[in-house]
């Protein structure tokens, strides 16, 4: 099973920037499909960001299209959320997590999620 630690966050300014980081203990080739997640308290973790393998395909919810960029390197088992024009609302905890198709990136069909990177976003 393919275990995920993320990295990158911290503390940024409203309009700042960040790049986080999600490093894969082992082959996420097989993973057709990586995500980015986030969790704010009090509500539901929310899948943001996705990209397929080749990362040809990316999809970004609405909230953070034109802003966050989503990436992977397969050969090195890592993918990468960068986060521009970083607003207040962007505070929360993110995750990564990998799927065989994209139904499976669903947060309800994933049971097993990183540490986790917080994200706060200072005014």
């Known amino acids: 099973q393919v275990q995920f630690v993320e990295s990158g966050g911290g503390l940024v300014q409203t309009g700042g920037s960040l790049r986080l980081s999600c490093a894969a203990s082992?082959?996420?080739?097989?993973?057709?499909?990586m995500g980015w997640y986030r969790q704010a308290p009090g509500k539901d973790r929310e899948l943001i960001a996705w990209?397929?393998?080749?990362?040809?395909?990316?999809s970004y919810t609405d909230s953070v299209k034109g802003r966050f960029t989503i990436s992977r390197d397969n050969a090195k088992n890592t993918m990468y959320l960068e986060m521009k024009t970083v607003k207040p609302e962007d505070a929360a905890v993110y995750y990564c997590n990998a799927a065989p198709s994209l139904p499976l990136l669903s947060p309800g069909h994933l049971s097993s999620w990183g540490p986790g990177t917080q994200v706060t976003v200072s005014s």
């Open positions: 990209s397929n393998i080749g990362s040809r395909l990316t």
């Open positions: 082992g082959s996420i080739f097989r993973m057709a499909f």
